[in-house]
């Protein structure tokens, strides 16, 4: 980006990039928020360092680019519905969000992004990695690119979120609502970003079943492909956290896999989620 007030150093050629010189405790005026918008759209992920911010800052900063999503199976901060608990206790074995996957992909109109921000990290570890979904997209062949072109993919949260899955039985009270996951989604393989116009790949090993009208044992083959080609290293970034960092990803762009490497320590992120738009 050129003449931004900010310094923008982008993290790697395909996603992300860091912001610096700028407090995210004063407000921002509209000319900034702008900026950041742009660099979000840019970059896919945009990070911070050193933004201690209370409860009420992360909220005022984040309602600057969206309503806020309140997630309905994260367990919420004290007296902060809108800010969701990521932990893992030192006792804990699993993380939250430890496979690739895009926020509420599951939903109609799933999460424009999450700002996350780090409260208590491990000495090592606990990084999270970030790809490109419109660099995925853009290196498929042409020949393929036409193939997804006209499919549409199914989406769920009742096997991450519900009764029978693995979280509800295993975070000790980070996720609950089980009841609630009961709403699937059909989103186009190949999206159109709402901001951009950037076409991008919008399945994710996590949230998505199945082609729309294909059988998941038809849909296996060329879905495992596709999350094999997206999750070549070039196009990741990976951030590694410290205390008051922030990572603000647009769910539409990019997929994150949060790694689960530093057993026996605490691992604390206060999340917001905004509120996105259905996608064609
Ligand atoms: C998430 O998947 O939202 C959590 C990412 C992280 O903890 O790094």
């Excluded at 000495?123 to 490109?132: Q, Y």
């Excluded at 519900?162 to 190949?190: F, K, M, P």
């Amino acid at each position: 980006m050129r003449n931004s007030r900010f310094e923008i150093r982008p993290s790697s050629p395909t996603v992300g990039a860091e912001i610096l010189g700028v407090d995210l405790a004063q407000p921002l005026s509209a000319e900034e928020t702008g900026e950041l918008r742009a660099a979000l759209n840019e970059y896919g992920v945009i990070f911070f360092r050193d933004q201690e911010l209370s409860p009420e800052q992360h909220i005022a900063f984040a309602e600057r680019f969206a309503p806020i999503n309140v997630n309905r199976f994260f367990r919420s901060v004290a007296d902060h519905p809108q800010i969701a608990e990521v932990r893992k206790e030192p006792a804990q074995t699993t993380n939250i969000g430890g496979g690739w996957h895009t926020d509420h992909s599951y939903d109609r109109a799933p999460a424009l992004g999450s700002i996350l921000l780090a409260r208590e990290v491990p000495e090592h570890g606990g990084d999270t990695m970030f790809a490109s979904m419109h660099h995925a997209y853009e290196a498929l062949s042409d020949g393929l690119k036409r193939t997804l072109e006209g499919l549409r993919a199914v989406h769920s949260s009742r096997h991450v979120f519900g009764a029978a899955a693995r979280y509800a039985r295993d975070t000790a009270g980070r996720i609950g609502n089980a009841e609630l996951a009961t709403q699937d989604a059909v989103h186009s393989v190949v999206i159109r970003h709402p901001e951009t116009g950037r076409k991008t790949l919008y399945v994710n090993a996590a949230f998505t079943l199945r082609f729309e009208g294909w059988t998941d044992e038809e849909s296996k083959p060329l879905l495992d492909y596709l999350y094999a080609h997206a999750a070549q290293p070039q196009f990741q970034t990976r951030f590694q956290w410290r205390k008051g960092s922030i990572a603000f990803w647009d769910n539409r762009a990019t997929w994150h896999f949060a790694i689960n490497d530093y057993h026996g320590e605490r691992r604390l992120m206060h999340r917001i989620t905004l509120e996105g738009v259905p996608l064609s």
